[in-house]
């Protein structure tokens, strides 16, 4: 499994503990594991023999160089969104998004990326726009496969500059199909965006 690294802030998600309550929370966000946010997301009402489809989640990732709350990350049904002000930055240089799985019968996706660009942190319009599909970030997927892990990666550099506010969009979707439970870091996916003079 890639370890991502480099970035200035995340949004993160996992299957944790599907919204039960414990310590394993479903939706991150935030500069690193120990300067991070989170909240409750329920992939599913009701598992039966450990078969987990969340069907697809609209996800929204905000990052503005300026201002307080300067990250925020909405996830479609979770119990709030989250705003991180715990970090400063200039310019957006590029974004990766990672899809990962551990274990038999697993599978996460993305489909329906958006990336838009905007000159300032204040901006309403793009001045850029990148639509992505599944076909340019398959899923990370062990369903009808021996191996014990996999992952998707894409990494996305603009070809502009001065970009000072970015807007992700996207769908995830998170599967297990029984073979095991899965463990709370079984299935995530992460954005991770990259910006000059990052700093907490």
Known sequence: MTEVTGFCVFGRVRFGANGNGNSSTECLVGRSSSSQITTR??????????VVDSDW??????????????????????????????VSYGEITGVTFQAGVIGPGKRVSFDNITISLFTSDTATV????????????PPASTIGSSEE????????????????KVVIDADIRLENDGTEAPAPDDLFAGIYIYASNCSS
């Open 126 to 137: 793009a001045a850029e726009s990148w639509p992505f599909t599944s076909e340019d970030l």
């Open 41 to 50: 997301k329920q992939w599913q009402a009701s598992v039966q023999d450990n």
């Open 57 to 86: 989640v609209s996800v929204k990732l905000t990052a503005r160089a300026g201002g307080t709350d300067r990250v925020r990350w909405a996830v479609d049904g979770a119990s709030t969104p989250l705003e991180f002000s715990g």
């Open 149 to 164: 892990e996999a992952e998707g990666l894409l990494e996305f550099t603009p070809d502009g500059s001065g970009y000072y």
